[in-house]
């Protein structure tokens, strides 16, 4: 099932063009960031290369 929020991290990723400025944005930490994009990436069963 998708996570809309986790979504929401990474498209703000996707915009700011890196970790430190997409948490910026999001006003949290870049672990979080991190996280969040991580647990998209599970949700859609994607592997990391």
Same mark, same amino acid.
């Given at each position: 099932?998708?996570?809309?929020?986790? +979504?929401?991290?990474?498209? %703000?990723?996707?915009?700011?063009?890196?970790? #430190?400025?997409? /948490?910026?944005? +999001?006003?949290?930490?870049? %672990?979080?960031?991190?996280?969040?994009?991580? #647990?998209?990436? /599970?949700?859609?069963?994607?592997?990391?290369?």
């Amino acid at each position: 099932m998708l996570d809309w929020d986790s +979504l929401r991290y990474f498209s %703000a990723f996707a915009r700011e063009g890196s970790l #430190a400025a997409a /948490a910026r944005y +999001l006003g949290v930490e870049h %672990a979080t960031v991190v996280r969040r994009i991580a #647990a998209l990436e /599970a949700s859609l069963n994607m592997n990391r290369i």
